[in-house]
């Protein structure tokens, strides 16, 4: 999900005097909202934004700017808005560092000559006074008011968390959340000095003899366990989270209805305890629902995610009428509670959505929004349907932290590693629970580049900037929570788009967007305090075009990056591996291009060929791919890696891929990603970017040059347990050195 490129471009920040005078005003308004008017391509080009496309994305932000009179209007509305409210919509800032007294200031916006108390109500009951400043600055008129602003210290000692933030102006009291952050992500410093590696792998794939067509829960339990015995730190999997509620389902598992709560699909029936205490005939008609797909376990043909659905939810609904004992009802109460009315709302919208369809009108209309009175009225008449999808939610906690656990015990210091999608399929669960911090109108995706020459448009509404922060955060807190519970860490997937979004007007092209810009500080500060309170790694997926500095950024908050074999060169050619990040995920490939073999042997030219997705002739992609694996591949001949004339060891590259993650091994980077894929020899492309219906992307089962490899198989499967030692050795080697 990332818009890959070769190359780091200059900051593209808006460039006053860049055009000409007939629409400066816009483009000042655009400015002012965080709206980029100008970027750097893939390319290295700097483009100039349609004004078009910025007056749609300030539409889509809440701000007139049809016309000049518009414009004027709005743009004095954005400088007088911090002047119309006593407080901040909410202020995230840094821990303080002991001894250095690091305090943060406040504004407060009041009638001019009102008398200010701030404090802090801290979120273990504690209270702390915050201190005025000298800050004399000339009173504004706002609305026939004239107004002050007076600034306050936070104290630089009030720890971590989720605390409130309250001032009193002559008994007039605001308040607002203020959320301090870990000033650098505690989880990444248990791997200073220490590398670990560990497989990558999409779960959906990834089966075994007990599968139901589908690798679930119980597999990567097996996986994690099979990985840990062979010295494995992690397992990094696909997003895992929900689609809806009955088949047919989304396929890919980067547009789903929601991050905060999971898919159902990977659940194993057989490991619900319930399970056990079925009667004769509910247990037969399990394990023939179960048969009746099992033979597809191996099978290399695609994965049919409806089949295996509609016969667990057939399933999952006799164990649900098993009685449950007092101490398995007191956990699922307990579980509901917790999770509030977060899962109140997600279950009801998977009870309404089972009985209507997306195009229905209710959805437009009085079901349009969960507290409605059509919706009060549905809680009602739906309660059985939506504790079952309650229950289903609370079987997917169960059957992860089992997941977890195992990895644990099987040797693993990290364990499961989820992967956070970029954002949300619309008229899903989250665009109707909180579609009052989200975008309308535009969708997430792109700008052209190398790898994807037409944009990408990613069909996901974004998140809207002030809305969010308006909200205090707390649905992107939610979120992260649900995802880290039973993590020991998480794969933020395109996670520069926590600094900017390409976002593309409705109607409108991939190429024909912008960039809009977000409070990085407050999104990777409440990122680290989710992940450090919940003792998790975080690994950024920063590959694409970015601002030189945020890598920087991103590293001195502790946050690991990202570095793809095929994606490391400058303009001299490859980077030499000792020469990537050491705080950083180094793995040869990615999910969004083929297999290692596939890749070697041209894969990802053919099939963009094939696509129509190439934006000059084919000749010339596969020179410029066959000179670019060449480079590399010279490179690993030079280290005594591979032999003279090594790399074309075809059809499947078996020597080659071991010595290219032998090479990888030599990076100083603290992890390093094994791609399942590439342990069993598979070649064909999981993905296709910028494709939906052209390519049967996130289908294709786990298979090698013999066939389908099932979990069961790996412990003896030799080509796995080859690289798998290969890269053991490397880093022994590597660490060793």
């Known amino acids: 999900m990332a818009d890959r490129t070769h190359h780091e471009n200059p900051d593209d920040s808006v460039l006053p005097g860049h055009t000409d005078t007939t629409d400066a005003l816009l483009r000042e308004l655009a400015a002012a909202h965080g709206v980029g008017t100008t970027y750097w391509g893939w390319d290295g080009i700097e483009r100039s934004v349609a004004a078009d496309t910025l007056r749609d994305v300030l539409g889509a932000l809440g701000v007139p700017a049809n016309g000049i009179a518009e414009q004027q209007r709005s743009l004095a509305e954005s400088r007088l808005a911090p002047w119309r409210r006593i407080l901040p919509p909410v202020v995230v800032l840094r821990e303080g560092v002991p001894g250095e007294g690091r305090d943060v200031h406040v504004d407060v916006h009041v009638p ?7 404090w802090i109500d801290a979120e273990d009951g504690s209270r702390h006074e915050a201190a005025q400043q000298e800050n004399w600055e000339q009173p504004v008129d706002v609305d026939g008011v004239l107004t002050g602003r007076a600034t306050f210290a936070v104290p630089g000692h009030i720890g971590l968390g989720w605390h409130t933030l309250r001032a009193d102006a002559d008994g007039t009291v605001a308040q607002c959340p203020l959320i301090v952050t870990p000033g650098r ?26 599968s139901w067509g589908i690798g679930d829960f119980a597999d990567l339990t097996d996986l994690a366990v099979v990985a840990g015995e062979q ?10 989270h929900a689609a809806e509620p009955v088949p047919p389902v989304e396929d890919s598992p980067y547009l789903p209805t929601t991050r905060r709560f999971f898919n159902p699909l990977y659940l194993r029936v057989e490991e619900i305890p319930e399970y056990g205490y079925l009667d004769a005939p509910g247990r037969a008609e399990v394990a023939r629902l179960a048969a009746s797909l099992q033979a597809a376990n ?19 609904e006799l164990v649900y009428a098993v009685r449950r004992g007092p101490a398995r009802n007191r956990q699922f109460a307990d579980f509901c509670a917790e999770q509030g009315q977060g899962l109140e709302d997600f279950a009801l919208w998977c009870a309404l959505a089972e009985q209507l369809p997306p195009s229905a009108p209710e959805w437009a209309g009085a079901a349009a929004h969960p507290d409605s009175p059509y919706c009060a009225e549905q809680r009602s008449t739906l309660a059985a349907r939506m504790d079952f999808h309650r229950w289903l939610q609370w079987l997917c906690d169960q059957q992860l932290e089992a997941a977890q656990r195992s990895a644990h015990q099987a040797g693993m210091e990290i364990g499961i590693v989820h992967d956070l999608a970029v954002g949300v ?4 669960a989250d665009a109707w629970t909180l579609a009052g911090v989200l975008a309308r109108g535009v969708s997430v995706g792109a700008p052209p580049d190398m790898f994807n020459q037409q944009g990408q448009n990613w069909s996901q509404p974004p998140w809207h900037p002030g809305r969010l922060a308006e909200s205090g955060y707390a649905a992107y807190r939610d979120m992260l929570r649900t995802v880290l519970r039973h993590a020991g860490g998480i794969r933020v997937d395109h996670i520069l788009g926590l600094f900017r979004l390409w976002w593309i007007p409705e109607g409108a092209g991939p190429g024909n967007g912008t960039y809009v810009y977000y409070d990085h500080e407050a999104l990777i500060g409440i990122l680290a305090l989710e992940a450090q309170r919940a003792g998790a790694i975080v690994i950024g997926e920063d590959l694409g075009v970015f601002e030189p500095w945020v890598r920087d950024y991103l590293a001195e908050r502790g946050i690991l990056g990202t570095s793809i074999l095929w994606f490391e060169h400058d303009a001299n050619g490859p980077i030499p591996p000792e020469h990537y990040r050491q705080q950083c995920l180094t793995s040869v490939n990615t999910h969004d291009l083929p297999p290692t073999a596939g890749y070697l042997a041209g894969e990802h030219v053919t099939l963009r060929e094939s696509l129509g997705l190439l934006g000059r002739p084919v ?13 590399v591949l010279a490179q690993v001949r030079a280290r005594g890696l591979l032999a003279e004339g090594g790399g074309t060891d075809g059809p499947d590259f078996r020597t080659t891929v071991e010595a290219l993650y032998a090479y990888t091994a030599l990076a100083p980077s603290a992890l390093l990603g094994v791609a399942l894929v590439d342990a069993v020899g598979e070649s064909r492309t999981q993905n296709q970017p910028g494709t ?10 786990l ?35």
């Open 185 to 210: 992500l505690r989880t990444s410093a248990r791997l200073a000095g220490r590398r670990s590696w560990g497989l990558t792998a999409q779960l959906y794939s990834v089966r075994s003899a007990r």
């Open 703 to 737: 298979a090698g040059p013999e066939g389908v490899v099932l979990i069961d198989d790996l412990p003896a499967n030799e080509r796995f347990l080859s690289l798998l030692g290969t890269v053991r050795s490397a880093l022994h080697c590597a660490t060793d050195e």
């Open 231 to 240: 010295g494995a730190g992690f397992v990094l999997v696909n997003p895992l």
């Open 692 to 701: 939906s219906t052209e390519y049967p992307n996130w289908r294709i089962p």
């Open 619 to 631: 000749d010339e992609e596969r020179a410029e791919a066959a000179a670019e694996q060449e480079a």
């Open 425 to 428: 399929k619309p008229g899903g």
């Open 298 to 316: 191996q099978s290399r043909d695609l994965l049919d995610r409806n089949a295996a659905y509609a016969a667990k939810l057939a399933a999952l």
């Open 112 to 118: 001019h000559g009102s008398r200010v108390r701030v």
